[in-house]
DNA sequence: ATCATTGCAAAAGATTTGCAAGGTC
DNA sequence: GACCTTGCAAATCTTTTGCAATGAT
C-alpha cells in the first residue's frame, strides 16, 4: 500500500446540502491509487476526466460531461468512448455511484460525499438530495427478513417539487402518471 | 361514465406472494374503458396483448412480450412497434408500471395489484417484491419536509439473494459495485 | 520495449418515428 | 367515410467495441 500523508482535504467547495464527509485523499490522489493498484496507467485524459467531474458537485450524464469539456480539436478533448470507459473505471474506484433516469444513465459524486438519496421534478427536472438513517435501517430491515445480503439500493421519490408547484399554482394541467 | 356491472373479477391465479387488491373491472374491460374515454380504438393488438401481459403475473420488457406472443406470419402477431406503443398506453391507462434496470425498461402489474418495491439479486437478476407501509410512511414524511408532492416512488435494494447467497457459499467471488 | 489506452469508425441494443395501407367507429 | 392504428423500414439515441496508432511505465 503505497505511503501518503493522511491529511484530511478539502473537497470543491460544497454547495453541497448534506455536507461532506472527512477524506484522506483527494479523488485525484484516490484514483492514482487504484489506478497503480490495478496496474493501470495514469493518463493524461484520465487526470482531465477527475478533474472535470470534481470541479463541480451535480448530477450529470456523459453528455453533459463531454460539454464540460474542450471540444474536438482543443487541448485537453477526450473522446467520448474514453469518457464512457473513464466513468465505467470511476465507478469501480468508488469516486462515483451511477443511477438511470429517463433511459440514461446519470452520475454523481460518491467519493467523500454522504449516502443520500433523491426527489425528482417531472417538472423542472431538477434532482434533490435528501438523507435518511432510518430508511437505511428499514431497508435492512425488509432485506434481513428475506435473507437478503445487501449490497446498496437505489430510490427516487417522483414528484413536483417546492418551485414548480408554486408555479403550476395558476396554470395546471393533468399530472404524469409514474 | 359508462355502466357495468361492479362485481369483483377474479384476476389471474397469482404466485404473488403480496396478494391482490379488490378490482371492479377486469384490466381488459379497464383499458377499454380508457380506449372509449380517449376515443381511441378497441383494436385486436391492444386485445391480444392485454391478454398476454395479464397472463402472467410477473416483470418483463418490450422483448420478453414479443416472445410471448406468436411469431411474424402467424395470426396474433403484433409488431415490435406496436408492442412498444401499446405498453406506454398500458402505463398512462394505470395498468402497468414501468422502471428502468440495467439500461431497458422494466413492466410490471399495476392495476389490481398493490403497491410494493423490489429487491434485485445481482447474481440470478431476479426481482423479489416486498411491501412495507412503513416506507410510505416515510418517503410522504421527508417529501413533506421538502414542501416536495409526491407521485410516486421507484425503489430497489441491490444485493445477493438468499438462494444466491447459499449458492455462493462455496464459489466466491468480487462483489459487484453498486 | 512492452503493453495499456486512446480516438476513430462502426456496431450494437433499445426505442421511436414517418408514412402508406388497413381497420374501427 | 373519417380518421385512428398498424407494420414496415428507417431513424434516433445511448453506449459499446474492434483496431491501428499513441503513450505510459
Redesign the interface.
Given at each position: 500500500m503505497p505511503a501518503d500523508d493522511t491529511q484530511t482535504r478539502a473537497l470543491p467547495p460544497a454547495d453541497f446540502s448534506l455536507g461532506k464527509v472527512e477524506v484522506a485523499l483527494s479523488p485525484l490522489e484516490r484514483f492514482e491509487e487504484y489506478l497503480r493498484s490495478r496496474g493501470m496507467r495514469n493518463t493524461e485524459q484520465r487526470r482531465l476526466l477527475v478533474d472535470a467531474v470534481f470541479s463541480h458537485h451535480d448530477h450529470f450524464d456523459a453528455d453533459a460531461l463531454m460539454v464540460r469539456l474542450p471540444s474536438k480539436g482543443a487541448a485537453g478533448y477526450v473522446s467520448r468512448p474514453t469518457v464512457y470507459r473513464t466513468l465505467s473505471e470511476f465507478?469501480?474506484a468508488?469516486l462515483l455511484r451511477k443511477f438511470?433516469?429517463n433511459?440514461r444513465?446519470v452520475y454523481e459524486h460518491d467519493y467523500g460525499y454522504p449516502q443520500h438519496d433523491h426527489?425528482y421534478?417531472?417538472q423542472c427536472h431538477e434532482l434533490?438530495e435528501?438523507q435518511?438513517d432510518?430508511?437505511l435501517r428499514?431497508?435492512d430491515s425488509?432485506?434481513a427478513?428475506?435473507?437478503?445480503?445487501?449490497?446498496?439500493?437505489?430510490?427516487?421519490?417522483?414528484?413536483?417539487?417546492?418551485a414548480c408547484?408554486s408555479a403550476r399554482r395558476r396554470s395546471r394541467r393533468k399530472?404524469?402518471?409514474?
Open positions: 465507478v469501480d468508488g438511470e433516469l433511459g444513465s426527489m421534478c417531472t434533490i435528501f435518511s432510518e430508511l428499514l431497508r425488509v432485506a427478513k428475506h435473507r437478503f445480503s445487501v449490497l446498496g439500493h437505489r430510490l427516487i421519490v417522483i414528484g413536483v417539487c417546492a408547484r399530472q404524469d402518471r409514474v
